[in-house]
T-cell receptor, first 113, second 107 residues
Framework: DAGVIQSPRHEVTEMGQEVTLRCKPI?????LFWYRQTMMRGLELLIY????????DSGMPEDRFSAKMPNASFSTLKIQPSEPRDSAVYFC???????????FGQGTRLTVV | KNEVEQSPQNLTAQEGEFITINCSYS?????LHWLQQHPGGGIVSLFM???GKKKHGRLIATINIQEKHSSLHITASHPRDSAVYIC?????????FGSGTQLTVLP
């Protein structure tokens, strides 16, 4: 398996534009997580899906952020409209079950100018 | 006070040295994770443990549940071990991350 695959690796966009980040979890994993990493706040959980259903989105910072998981092999994190303070590295991770090791993607470095 | 505290924040070692990174936490946990983040940014899960000790190659992780403390040891350190090491506690659903330890191993 190629591991968790995120795209794009880097994204530079102008303030106000819509940004969509993509994630393909490891096949067979039933939990998927979106994290954000910034210098100031470190790694933070944004949202967690189990069997494609959003379980906990309390970490999503604002209504500008939304996440979907239409099927077991694909998830998106959308920011609309984007703002400079959204600049961060966004990680996707998947796990095969509860209390199991998390496998991280390479991250998407987002810069909003 | 942060729920997960790592020490030291920065560590520089000479190749071959034995390295210890510490993690203390104040919340109840189901598991503790050690993660490695390389300069390129990717995160790799090194260990997940809920008791005792795990070993993988030159890496050893221990946890003391009563004392709410874990250590990550690297034996015979190598420059390629240079990375940020992050301790995280809880289930993947509610991971609380430490701020990381920047390790630099000099040749």
């Amino acid at each position: 398996d190629a591991g968790v695959i995120q795209s794009p690796r880097h994204e530079v966009t102008e303030m106000g534009q819509e940004v969509t980040l993509r994630c393909k979890p490891i096949s067979g994993h039933n939990s998927l997580f979106w994290y954000r990493q910034t210098m100031m706040r470190g790694l933070e959980l944004l949202i967690y899906f189990n069997n494609n259903v959003p379980i906990d989105d309390s970490g999503m910072p604002e209504d500008r952020f939304s996440a979907k998981m239409p099927n077991a092999s694909f998830s998106t994190l959308k920011i609309q409209p984007s703002e400079p303070r959204d600049s961060a590295v966004y990680f996707c991770a998947s796990t095969p079950g509860r209390n199991t090791e998390a496998f991280f993607g390479q991250g998407t470095r987002l810069t909003v100018v | 006070k942060n729920e997960v505290e790592q020490s030291p924040q920065n560590l520089t070692a000479q190749e071959g040295e034995f390295i210890t990174i510490n993690c203390s936490y104040s919340v109840g946990i189901s598991a503790l994770h050690w993660l490695q983040q390389h300069p390129g940014g990717g995160i790799v899960s090194l260990f997940m443990l809920s008791s005792g000790k795990k070993k993988h190659g030159r890496l050893i992780a221990t946890i003391n549940i009563q004392e709410k403390h874990s250590s990550l040891h690297i034996t015979a350190s190598h420059p390629r071990d240079s990375a940020v090491y992050i301790c995280a506690v809880g289930s993947a659903r509610q991971l609380t991350f430490g701020s990381g330890t920047q390790l630099t191993v000099l040749p």
